[in-house]
């Protein structure tokens, strides 16, 4: 009895301690990743600004678990991505995964002075609880999606520079 009232005391604390420890972890997390491409922000701008696009240049967009249900919509395996919002400067869209967790995905265009390369820098914010294990998975968000991204912003960069 006296064991387990010791291990329930335990964990009780080592939860509280997991929960207090998680309160300095920012509420808001941001994954970004940018490249500089020669060639205009328009001619970038026409492979982001809708899903038949990023069949060009996102890896895994031809796969039989893709499904795009408009140019601004469709289910990349159990998440929804809807192209939310589309300008010269730059393309907002929400994945929203099975669980319901909100992942906003925005792509800055941005050109040099002679309109002959453009820095495409593409983050992701997520917006997170107060949950302990919720923070403490963030960690893992910047070398899961920061890979990802950079992976598919190199196959933008070579897509548009090799015409």
């Known amino acids: ?24 972890f920012p509420s808001k997390v941001v994954v970004s990743r940018a490249v500089t491409i020669s060639a205009p922000a328009d001619s970038v701008l026409a492979l982001v600004k809708n899903l038949d696009g990023w069949q060009v240049w996102i890896e895994g967009m031809k796969d039989s678990s893709v499904k795009i249900i408009s140019p601004l919509k469709g289910t990349l395996g159990t ?12 393309v907002n869209s929400e994945w929203l995964n099975k669980s319901g967790k909100k992942l906003v995905a925005t792509f800055h265009f941005i050109p040099d002075s002679l309109h002959t390369a453009t820095v495409v820098q593409w983050q992701f914010e997520q917006n997170l609880k107060w949950y302990p294990w919720e923070k403490f998975g963030s960690l893992m968000s910047d070398k899961i999606l920061g890979t990802m991204m950079e992976k598919n912003l190199n196959n ?8």
């Open 1 to 24: 009895m006296r064991f387990l009232k010791l291990g329930l005391i335990s964990i009780v604390v080592l939860f509280l301690l997991a929960t207090a420890i998680s309160f300095m």
């Open 79 to 90: 998440t929804e991505v809807t192209i939310t919002e589309i300008t010269p400067a730059f």
């Open 156 to 163: 933008l960069k070579s897509t548009l520079e090799k015409h």
